[in-house]
């Protein structure tokens, strides 16, 4: 069964120092996996998504997660953290059914705090 | 190009009552699913609506029921609605296509029973 999950409940950066967010998956097959946003009383936003094509993916507002097979991970990084950044984070992976049908299955979320 | 758009924004209920969601998908984009997401937890998957038919389900109670309209917009019903059911509940959709995990979100419904 195709699970994620987020290995810190909670994160606490200070302003233009690294950002790293834990994550490993677990699949029986070569997963689709994702990062999502969420910031206060708001919808997830999509930050980058893995589908095999590259290990290191590039996503918005200078995030990227690298896919590490041999260790089962997809942690999230970012060089500099802005305040703009304290949000939830959600490592997702997906499960086909067959076709075109998937569902997205959420980790618990990773509260990221920013300060100044 | 609007995205995914969800009505209405808040909502209030009594335990027992029903309640419909309304979800518009992005520009273009077929496939509609729902996700119920309790506070201080990620988002649970509830069904999937494709081409007007519900084609895969989580575990949720038939309680829970949905629909899609030609259109590719889409509803959710909750029926006897239980104070559990408190939640932020999150509409996405998907461009079509035989290969389509990514999902776009809309910015929610939150659903409060009291």
């Known amino acids: 069964a195709q699970s994620v999950t987020q290995l810190d409940s909670h994160v606490s950066v200070s302003e233009g120092t690294p950002v790293l967010l834990r994550c490993n998956y677990s699949?029986?097959?070569?997963?689709?996996l994702f990062w999502y946003v969420q910031h206060p009383n708001k919808g997830l936003q999509l930050l980058l998504k893995?589908?095999?094509?590259?290990?290191l993916v590039k996503g918005i507002n200078g995030f990227e997660a690298e896919f590490k097979k041999s260790e089962t991970s997809f942690h999230l990084t970012k060089p500099s953290a802005h305040m703009s950044d304290a949000a939830e984070y959600f490592c997702?992976?997906?499960?086909?059914?067959?076709?075109?049908?998937?569902?997205?299955?959420f980790g618990t979320g990773t509260l990221l705090a920013v300060q100044p | 190009d609007a995205g995914v758009t969800q009505s209405p924004t808040h909502l209030i209920k009594t335990r027992g009552q029903q309640v419909t969601l309304r979800c518009s998908p992005k520009?273009?984009?077929?496939?509609v699913s729902w996700y119920q997401q309790a506070l201080g937890q990620g988002p649970q998957f509830i069904f999937q609506?494709?081409?007007?038919?519900?084609?895969q389900r989580g575990n949720f109670p038939d309680r829970f029921s949905g629909h899609q309209y030609p259109n590719y917009s889409s509803e959710l019903n909750v029926n006897a609605l239980l104070l559990g059911d408190s939640a932020l509940y999150l509409c996405?959709?998907?461009?079509?296509?035989?290969?389509?995990?990514?999902?776009?979100f809309g910015p929610g419904t939150r659903l409060t029973v009291l």
């Open positions: 997702v992976v997906s499960v086909r059914y067959g076709g075109a049908t998937n569902k997205l299955i």
């Open positions: 520009s273009g984009h077929d496939t």
């Open positions: 893995y589908t095999s094509a590259a290990t």
């Open positions: 609506y494709y081409e007007e038919e519900e084609r």
């Open positions: 699949s029986s097959y070569s997963p689709s």
């Open positions: 996405a959709s998907s461009p079509p296509g035989p290969i389509t995990d990514t999902q776009y």
